[in-house]
């Protein structure tokens, strides 16, 4: 049927970001632009892409609805590959604490933090969350994220750790984004584990994690390693026990200071390793010969003042590195892709080429999704963006103001 069919046709670019795995080091500026180019898209595939004027020669036009892209760029569609979305209340006053000293393992310490959503996320409906869910995503696609990744994490508990898991399911069903879905419930110790971190890792593994298993409402189980929170072995106990049940494995990684994150990422074959604003030398070199995709969130580092992840010295190294946004009540209240954009070109010094690489195709690779999704590729989604601008080039000088017109997702026109 025709409605099924699209061609979108003449746009001064496209930006295929063409791959099938993450691209690592030098390979990251490599984006194969498409100049005067078209996309022909049958239920939500793409089936042709290239030079309009080829296109054309190998599909029957009256088969399709044509949007014309003259003027426009088009880019894969965004995607968010660590984000903590979910959750109950709000955290304000800490953000005001932060901006007057205080540290952020200072604030958990005085019972702010993850444990302060807790409280919240507890007291939360099934339909508040689902609502409060799907106005996030419904900004978020605004911005061009067509994939996002969501963690659980504000429950510690067996009840409030599934109620997230299960609203997120329900949100990729019924939300044009799809909903990668991610077991945290270590990332934190509850207060009824309080000293016990042990024992908070041994309920997880014999009670929460079989359950969500047995649904099958995660791909992924992560764990917050850091010095306060869980040590290198209860996270690396932790995540033996994930995959033995069939999780993909992720680690919040070196965020506040070294703490040798980033080798047990290599260690456990985890499909990425998070955060790295204090990774070491070796950890770096490591991921650099690993599989383990280097996802980096330039926003929450500026959202704490702190220091920037190594982006530079990891894709030098030969890193494969992806950017996502931690969008959290806490140390990252923004899932804004147009500042985490410029973020990384102006304070990490990414090139534009590599920053988009980092948000479309190792963002696919950092959920295992290289195969399906971030690039602009014959067989698979119909995913992409097309720009107000001609050039990708728009999204870091615009800064910090978002570039895209028109999301197509899954091979639908959203008009944004």
């Not at 180019?37 to 939500?44: L, M, R, T």
């Not at 593994?205 to 409402?217: A, F």
């Not at 119909?382 to 091979?411: E, Q, T």
Request: charged residues 25%.
């Amino acid at each position: 049927m025709k409605e099924d069919r699209i061609l979108i046709r003449d746009a001064a670019q496209i930006v295929t970001c063409s791959g099938f795995k993450a691209k690592k080091g030098a390979e990251m500026s490599e984006l194969s632009v498409i100049n005067d180019g078209a996309v022909a898209i049958d239920k939500g595939i793409i089936k042709a892409v290239g030079k309009t004027c080829d296109v054309l020669k190998i599909i029957d036009i009256d088969d399709y609805h044509e949007i014309s892209a003259k003027g426009q760029a088009l880019i894969p569609g965004f995607v968010d590959s660590h984000t903590h979305f979910l959750f109950g209340g709000y955290r304000e006053e800490e953000f005001s604490w932060r901006l007057k000293g205080d540290s952020y393992m200072s604030i958990m310490k005085q019972g702010g933090g993850i444990i302060n959503t807790t409280t919240d996320t507890r007291n939360m409906s099934y339909n508040d969350m689902y609502a409060k869910g799907y106005e996030q995503l419904n900004g978020m696609i605004k911005l061009g994220v067509t994939t996002v990744e969501g963690k659980s994490g504000y429950g510690l508990d067996l009840d409030t750790e599934l109620m997230q898991l299960r609203v997120m399911n329900e949100l990729s069903n019924d939300h044009p984004i799809d909903i990668v879905s991610t077991y945290l419930g270590a990332h934190a110790v509850p207060p009824e584990f309080s000293g016990r971190a042990d024992d908070y890792i041994f309920f997880m593994i014999e009670k929460v994690m079989p359950q969500i298993r047995k649904e099958r409402l995660a791909t992924f189980c992560d764990v917050f390693c850091e010095k306060g929170v869980f040590t290198i072995e209860q996270s690396e106990h932790l995540l033996k026990a994930a995959r033995n049940l069939r999780f993909k494995l992720k680690l919040h990684a070196d965020e506040i200071v070294e703490f040798g994150g980033a080798e047990l990422a290599v260690r456990v074959k985890a499909t990425s390793a998070d955060h790295l604003l204090h990774a070491s030398d070796e950890g770096i070199k490591k991921l650099a010969k690993s599989g383990t995709v280097a996802t980096l969130l330039p926003l929450t580092a500026f959202s704490l003042h702190d220091t920037y992840a190594p982006g530079r010295k990891m894709i030098d190294q030969g890193c494969a590195v992806a950017l996502a946004s931690d969008f959290n009540p806490g140390s990252c209240f923004s899932y804004s892709v147009p500042l985490m954009f410029a973020l990384a070109c102006i304070e990490m010094k990414f090139s534009p080429e590599e920053a988009l690489t980092a948000l479309t195709i190792n963002g696919a690779a950092a959920l295992g999704k290289a195969s399906e999704i971030g690039s602009i590729d014959v067989g698979k989604k119909a995913d992409i963006l097309m720009l107000k601008y001609p050039s990708y080039k728009f999204i870091p000088y615009h800064i910090g103001m978002n570039c895209v017109d028109v999301v197509i997702k899954d091979g639908v026109p959203i008009i944004v």
